[in-house]
């Protein structure tokens, strides 16, 4: 077995083998973000659900000296999550569960929170920052709460 296959069965123990997509097929998605110009297609791509599972992975990547690039729902317009080659790019779209949401102090969510799932959830006084990206787009950059 060759150092990536090793690499891929280690990041398949942590999340399943379900979530680490080698096939060309399943990695073509995966092979630009927003800015589509550049494209590169990586070892691996990785869909971690907990904070745990990419602790573990960012760590199995780092042992076997394996480039990592996190990626959200790849709709960044600068080309950073453009994957590297023979790395892992580490998939941040179903982190999506909301830890917590406070008005006064500001809210907590994952990289991939949905405003959908935020908007039916919000305390009254407090409202997503408005954007033209569609409903159910992730919102890494901007989830931010502000007084209503
Ligand atoms: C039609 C359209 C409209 C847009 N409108 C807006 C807008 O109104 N306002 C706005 O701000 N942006 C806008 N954007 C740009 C883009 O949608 C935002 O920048 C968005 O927040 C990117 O989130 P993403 O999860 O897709 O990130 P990605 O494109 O997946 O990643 C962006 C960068 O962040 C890094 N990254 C992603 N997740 C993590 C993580 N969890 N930890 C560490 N690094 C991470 C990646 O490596 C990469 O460098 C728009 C884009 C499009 C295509």
């Known amino acids: 077995?060759?150092?990536g296959e090793q690499l891929v069965a280690r990041l398949q123990g942590i999340c399943g083998a379900e979530h680490v997509l080698t096939h060309p097929d399943a990695l073509a998605t995966y092979r630009s973000d927003g800015l589509a110009h550049y494209r590169q297609m990586p070892l691996a791509a990785v869909l971690p659900?907990?904070?745990e599972q990419v602790q573990r992975v960012?760590?199995?990547?780092?042992?076997?000296?394996?480039?990592?690039?996190?990626?959200g729902s790849g709709t960044g317009l600068s080309?950073?999550?453009?994957?590297?080659?023979e790395g892992v790019l580490?998939?941040?779209a179903r982190l999506r569960r909301i830890i917590s949401i406070a008005a006064a102090a500001g809210g907590t969510a994952p990289p991939s929170a949905r405003a959908s799932e935020d908007d039916s959830r919000p305390p009254s006084t407090a409202a997503f920052a408005s954007t033209p990206t569609?409903?159910?787009?992730?919102?890494?950059a901007a989830l931010s709460l502000s007084q209503g």
Do not use: D
């Open 49 to 51: 659900e907990t904070a």
């Open 58 to 71: 960012v760590t199995t990547c780092f042992e076997a000296e394996v480039p990592w690039v996190a990626r």
């Open 134 to 140: 569609p409903a159910g787009s992730s919102r890494t």
């Open 90 to 92: 580490i998939v941040l």
């Open 79 to 85: 080309g950073g999550a453009l994957p590297i080659a």
């Open 1 to 3: 077995m060759g150092s």
